[in-house]
């Protein structure tokens, strides 16, 4: 990608990196944990689906998934119109009302993927 970007840069421009990591593979979706979240998620909205998506945005699951532990970035929170422009901003928000669901979402999850029988 630096390759392409350089190409198409006058000669007298500078680039800078801000940053760069090595690339790691995906967490798969036919894990029992991907399952819990889809499975919470429609619970707390139901009708809806669920699926894994890519973002401009970044997470430390990347650090976990080079180590070959799956983990996934999820979003709890509902983020309204007018505070999705401020995600990662210095006014970065979600409304209060949107805050508890999130946290019982979360704690949900956590406990559907702890408290479930071993195999």
């Not at 422009?85 to 979402?105: K, M, Q, Y």
Request: aromatic residues 8%.
């Amino acid at each position: 990608m630096l390759a392409r970007i350089r190409a198409v840069l006058p000669k007298d421009a500078k680039l800078d990196v801000l940053l760069a990591g090595e690339p790691t593979l995906e967490s798969p979706s036919n894990t029992e944990l991907f399952r819990v979240l889809v499975a919470a998620m429609k619970r707390a909205e139901p009708g809806s689906n669920a699926a894994a998506v890519v973002s401009a945005g970044t997470s430390d699951s990347r650090y976990f998934r080079a180590r070959g532990i799956v983990a996934y970035g999820i979003a709890p929170f509902k983020v309204n119109y007018y505070d999705a422009n401020t995600v990662h901003g210095n006014d970065e928000r979600i409304r209060a009302s949107f805050f508890p669901p999130g946290v019982r979402l979360m704690r949900q999850i956590v406990n559907d993927f702890c408290a479930r029988p071993s195999s």
